[in-house]
Structures are given as structure tokens and as C-alpha cells.
């Protein structure tokens, strides 16, 4: 008998093996696959070489399935169907039925203003669903994370975002400056003079090594500004500022959000800054699952009704 170790078992043998153990005859099965009757005798030949079984045997009304055959069928058949999983489309995401977790993660700032509309969608359109929102810290790596599938999106306004993940625009925001309304500066005029001599409040840092793009653009004109006092939590900035001399810089639309209700003023910028940009993040390994591009969907829509749009569809 010819050594098994030259043989491999393949799509093509494991359908004839399991059409011979159901049809129990080598002419049945000849026809039911389109084959010549010599040709599926050869392959039953290799498949007895392959397994070192006979797998059909001769009995009074005809083949019946060696002991080692009647396993084989069962196998066959789970090969099969394994194959058949394999090898057909990606099933369709239905969100209304869904119980799928999500994991994005995303800086403080946003905390006040995108993701409470994201929660109220998700819940609107697929309410079996759950949203774990971890929080982007100077010790994550998100890039891995994103990697290992620990979180499905990661947004952010990195200056200069990594490469070799996929990137989808999601809004852009004007920078201005809060200060209480009764600071000496806030009745004078904000000038760049006293934007620089004034104690600073600033957001902790969360990404490690990075400048804020703030004190990027001010570096890039050869200024800096006097950071005094950094908070983790944005939701402390409006408490601390109307409790002290300390100036905030930020996106407008969260200034918007806090001087409705606390005593604080929003003021021009007095020097030339690009808008904050904030886009969502995502790696290779779940550029197309279906679950994952529903829910950068649906990120997208609800970042379009929260900032300037760019002119330009996210790339998702």
C-alpha cells in the first residue's frame, strides 16, 4: 500500500468520502457528483490509502460502511458544513436583534457632548446592544488595543495619528478661551500678551510624549503659555474656573455647553490656531465586519449633527 504521509485530504475527497458513505455504492455516487464511475473507484482507492481503511465493504445487498467508514460519515459531514461556513458571505449585521458589546474609547472632552447622543442611538437602534466607553489615558495603548480587538474604535484629535490605522473625519471645532466673566483680563480685552503672562488651566495629558495641539500652534510661533494648574476631567474645568484667576482653552462647542449655566465668558482666540479636528480610529481587522462599520455609522451620523461638517463623507 502506497506510504499515507503522500496524501492530503482535500474539499474535493472529504465531498466524495461522504457522498460514498450516504449512497453506500461507487456508481450512485458517480452520477449524484458528475463523475465517470472509474473516476470515483480511483479516488475511493486513495481515500482507503489515505485513512488505511477500506471504508466500503461488500455485503449480501450490496456496499455497507466499515466500522472506521460509519465514524468517517460523521466527520465528513462536519468537514462539510465547516467548509461551507467558511466559504459564505459574511452574514448581514441586524442591530434591532443584536446583543453584541462594543468597546470604544475616547478622550474626557468628549464625554459631555458626543457620547451622550451616540448612547441615545445606540439605544434607539439597537437596544440589545451594550457600549463599554474606556477612557484614553497617558498609560493606554490604544493602537494596540485596537489591534487585539480589546476596543472596536478609538476617537480622538491627534495631531499626528498612526498610520497604518484607518481614519474617518468625524467633526471640526472652533478654539476659544473661557475665563469667569469677572476676571480683571475678560473687561479689558484678551490680548496675546495677557493670553501668555495668565496662569493656564490645561486637560491632562492622554497621550504619553504628545503636545496638545494648542501649545503645538503656539510653539510653532516660537510662544508659550503658562500652564499652572492640569485636570483629568473636563466636567471639573467650569467648577475650577469659577473659583479662580485661571484661563481655559477648548473647542467652542464645549465653552457653548458650560457658559449657559455657570458664570464663565467665552473669548476669541488672539492668535492663529487650526480648528481641533476629531476623528475615529479603527484597525484593519474590523474594516469590514459588518457590526463594526454599522456602528462607525452610525458615530458618523451623530458627529455630523454636532459639528461643522467638512464637506466630505467619513471614509468608512
Same mark, same amino acid.
Given at each position: 500500500m502506497t506510504s499515507r #504521509?503522500? @496524501?492530503?485530504?482535500?474539499t474535493y475527497l472529504l465531498r466524495v468520502l461522504h457522498t460514498l458513505l450516504v449512497e453506500k455504492s461507487v456508481?450512485? #455516487?458517480?452520477? /449524484?457528483?458528475? $463523475?465517470?464511475q472509474p =473516476?470515483?473507484?480511483? =479516488?475511493?482507492?486513495?481515500?482507503? !490509502?489515505?485513512?488505511?481503511d477500506a471504508i466500503l465493504v461488500r455485503g449480501k445487498t450490496g456496499m455497507v460502511p466499515t466500522e472506521r467508514g460509519q465514524e468517517l460519515l460523521a466527520l465528513a459531514k462536519q468537514g462539510l458544513e465547516v467548509i461551507e461556513k467558511i466559504a459564505a458571505p459574511v452574514a448581514a449585521f441586524e442591530a434591532d436583534s443584536?446583543?453584541?458589546?462594543? @468597546?470604544?474609547?475616547? &478622550?474626557?472632552?468628549?464625554?459631555?457632548?458626543?457620547i451622550p447622543s451616540i448612547i441615545e442611538q445606540l439605544r434607539r437602534r439597537a437596544p440589545g446592544a451594550s457600549l463599554m466607553v474606556h477612557a484614553l489615558d497617558a498609560n493606554l495603548d490604544y493602537a494596540n488595543?485596537? !489591534?487585539?480587538g480589546r476596543f472596536d474604535l478609538v476617537i480622538g484629535n491627534w495631531p499626528d495619528p498612526p498610520e497604518h490605522l484607518h481614519l474617518a473625519q468625524l467633526f471640526d471645532d472652533d478654539v476659544v478661551c473661557m475665563m469667569h466673566r469677572d476676571h480683571p483680563v475678560a473687561k479689558k480685552g484678551l490680548t496675546l500678551k495677557y493670553y501668555l503672562e495668565m496662569p493656564h488651566l490645561a486637560p491632562t495629558p492622554y497621550i504619553e510624549g504628545h503636545r496638545s495641539g494648542i501649545d503645538a500652534a503656539l510653539a510653532e510661533q516660537g510662544l508659550k503659555r503658562n500652564v499652572q494648574v492640569t485636570i483629568p476631567y473636563f466636567a471639573l474645568v467650569p467648577h475650577v474656573l469659577a /473659583?479662580?484667576?485661571?484661563?481655559?482653552? #477648548?473647542?467652542? $462647542?464645549?465653552? !457653548?455647553?458650560?457658559i449657559e449655566?455657570?458664570?464663565?465668558?467665552?473669548? #476669541?482666540? &488672539?492668535?492663529?490656531? &487650526?480648528?481641533?479636528?476629531?476623528?475615529?480610529?479603527?484597525?484593519?481587522r474590523s474594516h469590514v465586519a459588518p457590526d463594526v462599520v454599522w456602528l462607525r455609522r452610525l458615530i458618523a451620523e451623530v458627529s455630523a449633527d454636532l459639528g461643522k461638517s467638512s464637506g466630505k463623507p467619513p471614509a468608512l
Amino acid at each position: 500500500m502506497t506510504s499515507r #504521509t503522500n @496524501h492530503h485530504l482535500d474539499t474535493y475527497l472529504l465531498r466524495v468520502l461522504h457522498t460514498l458513505l450516504v449512497e453506500k455504492s461507487v456508481s450512485r #455516487t458517480a452520477i /449524484k457528483l458528475g $463523475q465517470s464511475q472509474p =473516476t470515483i473507484s480511483n =479516488t475511493l482507492k486513495r481515500l482507503r !490509502e489515505l485513512t488505511g481503511d477500506a471504508i466500503l465493504v461488500r455485503g449480501k445487498t450490496g456496499m455497507v460502511p466499515t466500522e472506521r467508514g460509519q465514524e468517517l460519515l460523521a466527520l465528513a459531514k462536519q468537514g462539510l458544513e465547516v467548509i461551507e461556513k467558511i466559504a459564505a458571505p459574511v452574514a448581514a449585521f441586524e442591530a434591532d436583534s443584536t446583543a453584541r458589546v462594543f @468597546h470604544i474609547a475616547t &478622550p474626557d472632552y468628549l464625554n459631555m457632548l458626543l457620547i451622550p447622543s451616540i448612547i441615545e442611538q445606540l439605544r434607539r437602534r439597537a437596544p440589545g446592544a451594550s457600549l463599554m466607553v474606556h477612557a484614553l489615558d497617558a498609560n493606554l495603548d490604544y493602537a494596540n488595543a485596537l !489591534e487585539n480587538g480589546r476596543f472596536d474604535l478609538v476617537i480622538g484629535n491627534w495631531p499626528d495619528p498612526p498610520e497604518h490605522l484607518h481614519l474617518a473625519q468625524l467633526f471640526d471645532d472652533d478654539v476659544v478661551c473661557m475665563m469667569h466673566r469677572d476676571h480683571p483680563v475678560a473687561k479689558k480685552g484678551l490680548t496675546l500678551k495677557y493670553y501668555l503672562e495668565m496662569p493656564h488651566l490645561a486637560p491632562t495629558p492622554y497621550i504619553e510624549g504628545h503636545r496638545s495641539g494648542i501649545d503645538a500652534a503656539l510653539a510653532e510661533q516660537g510662544l508659550k503659555r503658562n500652564v499652572q494648574v492640569t485636570i483629568p476631567y473636563f466636567a471639573l474645568v467650569p467648577h475650577v474656573l469659577a /473659583k479662580s484667576d485661571l484661563i481655559f482653552t #477648548t473647542g467652542r $462647542q464645549f465653552a !457653548e455647553h458650560i457658559i449657559e449655566d455657570w458664570p464663565i465668558g467665552m473669548f #476669541t482666540l &488672539p492668535f492663529d490656531m &487650526p480648528k481641533m479636528r476629531f476623528y475615529m480610529l479603527w484597525h484593519a481587522r474590523s474594516h469590514v465586519a459588518p457590526d463594526v462599520v454599522w456602528l462607525r455609522r452610525l458615530i458618523a451620523e451623530v458627529s455630523a449633527d454636532l459639528g461643522k461638517s467638512s464637506g466630505k463623507p467619513p471614509a468608512l
